[in-house]
């Protein structure tokens, strides 16, 4: 699987359907930032058995899934938004998509349920890379780098169904993969 598009913030990394890796198995991650310093970026698919409320008190009703956004510092929490509208702050990384924002504002939103859980995802940890090291995996074809998503992907629930769906929106060329077995002595 070759991928034509190149890294950078805003784009989708998508796992190889055999990826073994625990922490990345049939991923599909959004990249917040991607230049000389590295990739950081936050797995789309993979809940933790946490909400929000669990992780920040004062945020009594809060029952917003929180995903694991990577193996590195996972003892934060990092967030991506469409209702910059309301927040009115976040760093754009795609087309109405952005990356944080003023959390006291949020929160108050949320508290106010004036914030949907259709405009805001929440995650423990990220994804990084060296720079250099996502180009080797993706050059060795651990991950398809695809500009081809709508934007209620990202925000979608449906963990089970993602990866399926961004690799079936490649196109025809990979849609046969969406078919593969996670476990490969199942084929």
């Given at each position: 699987?070759?991928?034509?598009?190149?890294?950078?913030?805003?784009?989708?990394?998508?796992?190889e359907?055999?990826?073994?890796?625990?922490?990345?198995?049939?991923?599909?991650?959004?990249m917040?930032e991607?230049?000389?310093?590295?990739?950081?970026?936050?797995?789309?698919?993979?809940?933790?058995?946490l909400?929000?409320?669990?992780?920040?008190?004062?945020?009594g009703?809060?029952?917003?899934?929180?995903?694991?956004?990577?193996?590195?510092?996972?003892?934060?929490?990092?967030?991506?938004?469409?209702?910059y509208?309301?927040?009115?702050?976040?760093?754009?990384?795609?087309?109405g998509?952005y990356?944080?924002?003023?959390?006291?504002?949020?929160?108050i939103?949320v508290?106010n349920?004036?914030?949907?859980?259709k405009?805001?995802?929440?995650?423990?940890?990220?994804?990084?890379?060296?720079?250099?090291?996502?180009?080797?995996?993706i050059?060795?074809?651990t991950?398809i780098?695809?500009?081809?998503?709508?934007?209620?992907?990202?925000?979608?629930?449906?963990?089970?169904?993602?990866?399926?769906?961004?690799?079936?929106n490649?196109?025809?060329?990979?849609?046969?993969?969406?078919?593969?077995?996670?476990?490969?002595?199942?084929?």
């Amino acid at each position: 699987m070759l991928s034509k598009v190149v890294p950078s913030a805003g784009k989708l990394l998508i796992s190889e359907p055999f990826l073994n890796d625990p922490n990345f198995k049939r991923s599909v991650i959004l990249m917040a930032e991607h230049g000389e310093e590295g990739t950081l970026g936050f797995i789309l698919n993979q809940p933790s058995s946490l909400v929000l409320k669990d992780l920040v008190p004062d945020l009594g009703q809060a029952d917003y899934p929180v995903f694991i956004g990577g193996p590195v510092e996972v003892d934060t929490v990092h967030f991506i938004h469409r209702c910059y509208d309301k927040l009115n702050s976040g760093e754009e990384i795609a087309s109405g998509i952005y990356w944080g924002g003023n959390f006291e504002t949020l929160k108050i939103l949320v508290n106010n349920n004036s914030i949907s859980e259709k405009d805001v995802k929440f995650f423990l940890g990220y994804s990084g890379w060296s720079e250099e090291q996502l180009e080797e995996e993706i050059q060795s074809n651990t991950w398809i780098v695809s500009d081809k998503y709508h934007p209620d992907i990202v925000f979608s629930n449906n963990e089970e169904q993602l990866w399926r769906e961004v690799i079936v929106n490649l196109g025809p060329k990979y849609a046969h993969v969406s078919n593969f077995p996670s476990d490969p002595s199942l084929n």
